[in-house]
């Protein structure tokens, strides 16, 4: 049963860099599934940030492109999430899932992390 | 402001029936039979509970169904129960630019 867990900082400076680490355990990184980033800011709904495939090839959202990187280590069986230029805006619980091929479902997730931007 | 809109809050009575919506564009939920249903309560992982508008994956009650009219996809809960209460997303493909966009959620109570 694959099971993924987020890790890194709980609290990101402003302008700073928020990075994020998915581990993935029962399954292999190099399959047919897309490795996924949503976010929650408080009292929001879900966001997508972006995912990337085990080849390195990455799907972004639009607004967050230009800050975004998503990157997969298929040795260590992990993908994780950079975004520069945080702001308070990015304060969110961020959850890592696999987008399941084929059905094109988002499962399973990771429980998800509070990243605060704040000084 | 979320690109799939979905009304704040619903609720019902057990054993009652009730429908959420979720409506988008030509470009996202009336283009592509790629639309998914999540139950997410707080502090916990999403659950998945349908599937390419109406597939429901093995494991989730037959009390959850799905649902699509132009650009509006509805998901539809049978026989409420208590348990059913927490929050509802959907989400759905929207091209090889934006991806995928989720609705901003729905509340749900069981009264």
């Known amino acids: 049963q694959v099971q993924l867990q987020e890790s890194g900082p709980g609290l990101v400076k402003p302008s700073g860099t928020l990075s994020l680490t998915c581990d993935v355990s029962g399954g292999s990184l190099s399959s047919s599934h897309w490795w996924t980033w949503v976010r929650q800011p408080p009292g929001k709904g879900l966001e997508w940030i972006g995912e990337v495939y085990h080849t390195g090839t990455t799907n972004y959202n639009p607004s967050l492109k230009s800050r975004l990187a998503i990157s997969v280590d298929n040795s260590k069986n992990q993908f994780s999430l950079k975004l520069t230029s945080v702001t308070a805006a990015d304060t969110a619980v961020y959850h890592c899932?696999?987008?399941?091929?084929?059905?094109?479902?988002?499962?399973?997730w990771g429980q998800g992390t509070l990243v605060t931007v704040s000084s | 402001q979320s690109a799939l809109t979905q009304p704040a809050s619903v609720s019902g009575s057990p054993g009652q029936s009730i429908t959420i919506s979720c409506t988008g564009t030509s470009s996202d939920v009336g283009g592509y039979d790629l639309v998914t249903w999540y139950q997410h309560h707080p502090g916990k992982a999403p659950k998945l509970l349908i599937y390419?508008?109406?597939e429901r994956p093995s494991g989730v009650s037959f009390r959850f169904s799905g649902s699509k009219s132009d650009n509006t996809a509805f998901l539809t809960i049978s026989g409420l129960q208590a348990e059913d209460e927490g929050d509802y997303y959907c989400?759905?493909?929207?091209?090889?630019?934006?991806?995928?966009?989720f609705g901003g959620g729905t509340k749900l109570t069981v009264l």
């Open positions: 390419e508008v109406t």
């Open positions: 989400c759905s493909y929207a091209g090889s630019r934006t991806h995928w966009v």
């Open positions: 899932a696999r987008r399941t091929i084929p059905g094109n479902w988002f499962g399973p």
